[in-house]
T-cell receptor, first 111, second 112 residues
Framework: DAGVIQSPRHEVTEMGQEVTLRCKPISGHDYLFWYRQTMMRGLELLIYFNNNVPIDDSGMPEDRFSAKMPNASFSTLKIQPSEPRDSAVYFC?????????FGSGTRLTVV | ELKVEQNPLFLSMQEGKNYTIYCNYSTTSDRLYWYRQDPGKSLESLFVLLSNGAVKQEGRLMASLDTKARLSTLHITAAVHDLSATYFCAVDMSYPGNQFYFGTGTSLTVIP
């Protein structure tokens, strides 16, 4: 089992550009979560899916953020346009029964 | 809204000493998780506690859960440098969905 796979590992982009983060959950896991981690705010839940359906997106900070899960093996988190305050580490996690399995994260820097 | 509080936020301890990290949460839950995060790395699952009175041990770490007190503890025995990391507790609120609420984290530094 390869675990939860995120790409890219690092992303540096200029303010105003579109950024797409990708996640492949563990096969058979029916929940997928996107988190953002910063020093100031800790771990924040942005959105989560159950069986590819978005259940709660109340943590998405602004309309600039959107997430999709077109199938059970792939999800994207998109920021358009990006801003410097979006700089953070973005984690994807999947869940089947008990306990999340986290991906390695994407470190996003918006300059 | 569920609140999950950890203390201390920062902990510096000498090798060989014992210490406890506390995780308090504000509403009923029977499931609590502990994670470890090394600097620049992802979160790694340490313990899954699924009922009142649950106790799990792995090496120098032992976690327990008291659902009546809404308290979980992570006890460190005879600390070693390799335990230096940030430790998070997370409470599982299964309704309306499998959403975890994470504590603020405890940054542990073990000094020789």
């Amino acid at each position: 089992d390869a675990g939860v796979i995120q790409s890219p590992r690092h992303e540096v982009t200029e303010m105003g550009q579109e950024v797409t983060l990708r996640c492949k959950p563990i096969s058979g896991h029916d929940y997928l979560f996107w988190y953002r981690q910063t020093m100031m705010r800790g771990l924040e839940l942005l959105i989560y899916f159950n069986n590819n359906v978005p259940i709660d997106d109340s943590g998405m900070p602004e309309d600039r953020f959107s997430a999709k899960m077109p199938n059970a093996s792939f999800s994207t988190l998109k920021i358009q346009p990006s801003e410097p305050r979006d700089s953070a580490v973005y984690f994807c996690a999947s869940l089947k029964n008990y306990g999340y399995t986290f991906g390695s994260g994407t470190r996003l820097t918006v300059v | 809204e569920l609140k999950v509080e950890q203390n201390p936020l920062f902990l510096s301890m000498q090798e060989g000493k014992n210490y406890t990290i506390y995780c308090n949460y504000s509403t009923t839950s029977d499931r609590l998780y502990w994670y470890r995060q090394d600097p620049g790395k992802s979160l790694e699952s340490l313990f899954v506690l699924l009922s009142n009175g649950a106790v799990k041990q792995e090496g120098r770490l032992m976690a327990s859960l008291d659902t009546k007190a809404r308290l979980s503890t992570l006890h460190i025995t005879a600390a070693v440098h390799d335990l230096s990391a940030t430790y998070f507790c997370a409470v599982d609120m299964s309704y309306p969905g499998n959403q975890f609420y994470f504590g603020t984290g405890t940054s542990l530094t073990v000094i020789p």
